[in-house]
């Protein structure tokens, strides 16, 4: 487009809408594209389960309860 034709009002206003829809962004900071991001991840797997943590958990509980058991005999 020549300069001249961007004169017209139309034709301006039609480039300016489109210069601010490719210039836009769907997230207002970079926290916000990183917690998405993780979230992206986290549904994919890609950082593992968080089953693996109780599992642990109760299997300490458990060998816990066990040792109590055998002092309290």
Same mark, same amino acid.
Request: aromatic residues 10%; neutral net charge; charged residues 15%.
């Given at each position: 487009? =020549?300069? *001249?034709?961007? *004169?017209?009002?139309? +034709?301006? %206003? @039609?480039?300016?809408?489109?210069?601010?829809?490719?210039? !836009?962004? !769907?997230?207002? =900071?970079? +926290?916000?594209?990183?917690?998405?991001? %993780? *979230?992206?991840? /986290?549904?994919?797997? !890609?950082?593992? =389960? /968080?089953?693996?943590?109780?599992?642990?958990?109760? $299997? @300490?509980?458990?060998?816990?309860? %066990? #040792?109590? #058991? $055998? $002092?309290? %005999?």
């Amino acid at each position: 487009m =020549s300069y *001249q034709r961007l *004169q017209n009002g139309s +034709d301006a %206003i @039609a480039l300016e809408a489109c210069a601010g829809l490719a210039l !836009a962004c !769907a997230y207002s =900071s970079s +926290d916000e594209y990183e917690a998405e991001l %993780i *979230q992206v991840r /986290r549904k994919a797997g !890609a950082y593992g =389960s /968080r089953h693996h943590r109780q599992v642990y958990v109760i $299997f @300490a509980l458990a060998a816990a309860a %066990i #040792v109590a #058991v $055998f $002092f309290a %005999i």
